[in-house]
């Protein structure tokens, strides 16, 4: 079975801080991994996705991802926060036991402070 | 704007009632999925259609049916209604369902409410 988990329900930084957004899957076949946006009363957006390749990944906004296989891991960074970056973001693996559906962690809602 | 559009954008209604919850997915996307946002659950899979078929089912209860019409928009239909059903469903879209990698683009989401 896969799984994700999202290491924080809430993450809170200065404008101009770093970003660290944790996230660790379970898989037992080589995972697809996703991460999402959900800005309030909006649908969520991909920021970003692993596949095969470089581990190394970049997204929208500034955003990149660094998958591990060693750890487990697809934490989402930023080198300096904004104040727009607040919102709710969801790793997701995708799911082989559900067809191509997406497995969601619980999400970590991000602050940015000025 | 993701391109795919669901409606009602709210939806207030009562125990024991039934509700259709509409979503049209991009141009061209053949592939479409529900899932539910609640506090308790947070986001999960209930079903995906592929160009017209049930492709692949996940934590959907036997109260909720949804279908694939031809033109290829959906509908999730919600019956029996409980308090527990109160929450965001959300309609994605894929161009076909078979990749593990293709990007989903998500709808706005319908919020329901149960009282």
């Known amino acids: 079975a896969q799984s994700v988990t999202q290491l924080g329900s809430h993450v809170s930084v200065s404008e101009g801080a770093l970003v660290l957004l944790r996230c660790n899957y379970s898989?037992?076949?080589?995972?697809?991994l996703f991460w999402y946006v959900q800005y309030p009363n909006q649908g969520l957006q991909l920021l970003l996705k692993?596949?095969?390749?470089?581990?190394l990944v970049k997204g929208i906004n500034g955003f990149e991802a660094e998958f591990k296989k060693s750890e487990t891991s697809f934490h989402l960074t930023k080198p300096s926060a904004h104040m727009s970056d607040a919102a709710e973001y969801f790793c997701?693996?995708?799911?082989?036991?559900?067809?191509?559906?997406?497995?969601f962690g619980k999400g970590t809602t991000l602050s940015v402070s000025s | 704007d993701s391109g795919v559009t669901q409606t009602p954008k709210h939806l207030i209604t009562a125990t024991g009632q039934r509700v259709t919850l509409r979503c049209s997915p991009r141009s061209g996307d053949l592939s479409v999925y529900w899932y539910q946002q609640s506090l308790d659950q947070g986001l999960q899979f209930l079903i995906q259609y592929y160009n017209g078929e049930e492709r692949a089912k996940g934590n959907i209860l036997e109260r909720f049916s949804a279908q694939q019409f031809p033109d290829l928009h959906s509908e999730l239909n919600l019956s029996s209604l409980e308090l527990g059903d109160s929450a965001l469903y959300f309609c994605?879209?894929?161009?076909?369902?078979?990749?593990?990698?293709?990007?989903?683009?998500f709808g706005p989401g319908t919020r329901l409410t149960v009282l």
């Open positions: 692993y596949t095969t390749g470089a581990t």
């Open positions: 997701a693996v995708s799911g082989y036991q559900a067809g191509t559906a997406l497995i």
């Open positions: 994605a879209s894929s161009v076909e369902g078979t990749t593990f990698y293709n990007e989903q683009f």
């Open positions: 898989s037992s076949v080589p995972p697809y």
